[in-house]
């Protein structure tokens, strides 16, 4: 279990949740022999919800892995929206690819190999939605350049904002992830006080915040 919630709770919303089938259980059972971490199980019903009532025509993810989210957030928008996605793991990006044309999505999903950073600022487009699933400790570093991509009306879905509790009880740091804690702290922190930005943060997996610019603000 994920620490964020009562174990009870977890269980009984993942038991509303229906299991995946076809390529998304296939890439699940991959991940799970494979020991790849991939979002979960209601962190991807969130992207579905938030992909229908959104309905993105332009995505980009920061964080591939072996290509999980991208197949689920395209499927999500019924094939119809665009991703970009950065991985800076040469061997997750020939994964990637491999699976992605595997299941016939290579005309959708555009896989980028290198520092996430540094893919940023080279990018010029813009994005109706973008999911940070990239280092955990840089989320403060990607955020000014997610802001510069991001549509006027676009939203931003960063994954593990509360890191299996840490972020929220300093009773259950570990001593070798404070730099992680401090900097996402520091982005939660500087995101909810913005007077340009509106921030949810979720105890829904291993946390979850939802960033939107605001429609109006002093």
């Known amino acids: 279990m994920s620490g964020i919630t009562y174990d009870y709770m977890e269980q009984y919303i993942r038991s509303l949740i229906e299991e995946s089938s076809g390529e998304l259980k296939q890439l699940e059972d991959y991940a799970i022999e494979n020991s790849v971490p991939i979002v979960h199980k209601e962190v991807r019903k969130f992207l579905e919800i938030m992909i229908n009532i959104k309905k993105p025509e332009t995505i980009l993810e920061l964080g591939t892995a072996i290509g999980y989210s991208s197949i689920l957030m395209c ?3 019924g094939d119809k929206c665009k991703i970009d996605t ?3 793991d040469l061997n997750m990006v020939n994964i990637s690819k491999a699976n992605i044309k595997l299941y016939g999505y290579d005309d959708r999903i555009n896989v980028l190999n290198g520092e996430c950073i540094e ?27 997610c802001l510069r991509l991001l549509q006027e009306d676009g939203v931003i879905i960063a994954d593990n904002v509360l890191f299996r509790g840490m972020i929220a009880s300093k009773e259950l740091v570990i001593r070798r ?3 992680i804690v401090k900097r996402m702290r520091k982005f939660l922190d500087q995101v909810s006080k913005s007077k340009e930005l509106m921030l949810s943060v979720i105890p829904m997996g291993d946390g979850i ?3 939107t610019r605001r429609r109006s603000y002093e």
């Open 86 to 88: 950065i991985e800076r």
């Open 75 to 77: 499927k999500a928008s």
């Open 177 to 179: 992830k404070i730099t």
């Open 209 to 211: 915040a939802v960033i």
């Open 119 to 145: 893919v940023l600022k080279n990018l010029h487009g813009k994005y109706d939605l973008i999911f940070m699933d990239a280092g955990k400790a840089h989320y403060n570093d990607f955020l000014p350049e």
